[in-house]
């Protein structure tokens, strides 16, 4: 299997204890916490590396998604998902919250669920909703994105780090990563399929 980035390797996982309520809005719902996630303690760059740990599955019709959203110190920063239903389409919008903006992600990022039907041509796009100025050869912006790796693996890992469109950027391919398939497998349930897996994205 290919390995989507050095950084694929970070599997730790956090234990979050707060207790998870759901509220349909539209044709989606939002999972909200029950406690606001803290302001890290320590001085932090918000311009150093954002991690979020996505769960997506598929059960028949429905689908659902859950997020939890980790600073450069290692604290829980946000959280969110979309709660299990028969939808057109699936979009989060994964952000910090409740936080000053000095300790907030400098950007939101959009996570599209493609193909979510079919456990085995499922993937998730991440685009990131920020401008990387000073592009070029007819650029007039780019916004980096990474789309995961399918389950049969015939779609492999992808990503634009906008480092060869635009000048003076400090973005590299390797600062924006996903877990390949081997750690963070699909794994059956409920007569349906789960994966959970950890992304990763330099602030700027």
């Known amino acids: 299997m290919t390995t989507s980035s050095a950084s694929s390797k970070q599997t730790t996982s956090f234990v979050v204890g707060t207790t998870m309520t759901s509220s349909r809005v539209g044709t989606t719902s ?70 000053p903006e000095a300790q907030s992600m400098p950007f939101g990022v959009h996570a599209y669920v493609m193909d979510f039907k079919d456990a085995d041509k499922a993937r998730v796009r991440f685009a990131v909703e920020k401008d990387v100025p000073n592009c070029f050869d007819g650029h007039v912006s780019c916004r980096p994105s990474m789309a995961t790796e399918d389950k049969t693996e015939e779609h492999p890992f992808e990503v634009e780090s906008c480092f060869d469109k635009c000048a003076g950027t400090d973005l590299r391919p390797a600062m924006f990563w996903c877990n390949d398939l081997n750690d963070g497998m699909w794994l059956p349930e409920n007569g349906g399929w789960r994966r959970t897996f950890w992304c990763g994205w330099k602030g700027f």
């Open 30 to 99: 939002t999972q909200k916490a029950s406690s606001a996630p803290a302001p890290s303690s320590a001085p932090m760059d918000k311009f150093g590396g954002w991690r979020v740990q996505y769960t997506f599955w598929i059960r028949g019709n429905l689908a659902g998604t859950k997020w939890f959203l980790y600073d450069p110190n290692g604290n829980e920063a946000g959280r969110g998902g979309i709660h299990e239903g028969n939808y057109p389409n699936i979009t989060d919008y994964i952000e910090s919250k409740f936080r």
